[in-house]
């Protein structure tokens, strides 16, 4: 009796150590499998977007937006921030960005180098530029600001800068000094603290200022309106992604949660966009404006 217990318990044994040693030896299969790897081998979608505010604030508005975009598609995204605009630039003219948020005249270098398609826009909000000068500032028209040093974010920020410097040039004779700050929030710094009589934004980016800087700033200038801001897309992102992409960020801007995060953009009521859009800046021949315009 005891012989054949002892026998019993050897042959468990054995049969457990069989187990243990198969499935350690399975197991690396396991892992390496097709379901297992589809996670880590998922595309990650670089998603870029124009700094026009400081990148602190960009990434508050912008993380949430792509982490709800993400829910809706099922796809991955990475924001990937640019510290100047000029960065930005020569990273969509390299392709860097799979899909971005630019200006209009982006939209328009950014076809013709890379091919980027845009997929929607802000249906109701039109781009203007403005100039500004302190609340204080004896300047009351643009006349006198020729000669004068007026900062601008960059030399291609469009509303902000190109549009502003194009129709001073073209319709007022007026040629500024410009001084090139890097976002639209270090105009508006630049211009309170007197560092330039003047300074080019958008009326969008003064709205989204403190209180001690907007209440210190007066318009004096705005120009001609354009389509806005679109988020476009890289032809190396396949179709259909493109499309989940535009439908669900109009169904996004649908929802009492997601149009209040679009409105931090901002981006009030989100529609379809084309190149067509932007046929108006194309038109503009903003590329014979110079650099020190």
Do not use: C
Request: no cysteine; net charge positive.
């Amino acid at each position: 009796m005891h012989t054949t217990v002892r026998l019993a318990m050897i042959m468990t044994l054995f049969y457990a150590i069989i187990l243990v040693a198969n499935f350690y030896l399975l197991s690396p299969l396991v892992l390496a499998s097709p379901a297992a790897g589809i996670a880590s081998t998922k595309k990650v979608y670089r998603f870029g977007v124009v700094p026009q505010y400081g990148q602190r604030k960009l990434y508050r508005i912008w993380i949430p937006i792509l982490a709800k975009l993400e829910k809706e598609t099922g796809l991955k995204f990475e924001l990937i921030g640019s510290a100047k605009i000029p960065d930005f630039e020569k990273r969509f003219l390299s392709g860097d960005f799979d899909f971005a948020y630019m200006n209009p005249y982006h939209v328009v270098s950014a076809n013709n180098r890379q091919g980027y398609m845009p997929l929607v826009r802000d249906g109701v909000r039109k781009l203007q530029g403005i100039l500004v000068v302190r609340k204080d500032s004896p300047i009351k028209a643009i006349q006198a600001l020729s000669g004068k040093t007026v900062a601008y974010p960059s030399a291609y920020a469009l509303g902000a800068s190109l549009l502003l410097r194009a129709e001073l040039k073209r319709h007022y004779n007026i040629i500024t000094k410009p001084r090139y700050v890097k976002t639209h929030s270090s105009v508006y710094l630049h211009v309170v603290q007197k560092l330039a009589v003047a300074g080019g934004g958008v009326r969008s980016t003064l709205d989204h200022q403190k209180p001690e800087i907007r209440n210190r700033i007066r318009i004096i200038y705005e120009t001609q309106a354009l389509n806005p801001h679109p988020i476009v897309a890289h032809p190396r992102v396949p179709a259909e992604h493109m499309r989940r992409v535009q439908q669900s960020l109009i169904r996004i801007s649908g929802q009492s949660s997601g149009d209040k995060l679009l409105k931090k953009v901002p981006m009030r009521f989100v529609t379809k966009a084309s190149l067509m859009d932007y046929d108006s800046v194309r038109k503009l021949k903003l590329g014979e404006i110079k650099d020190n315009d």
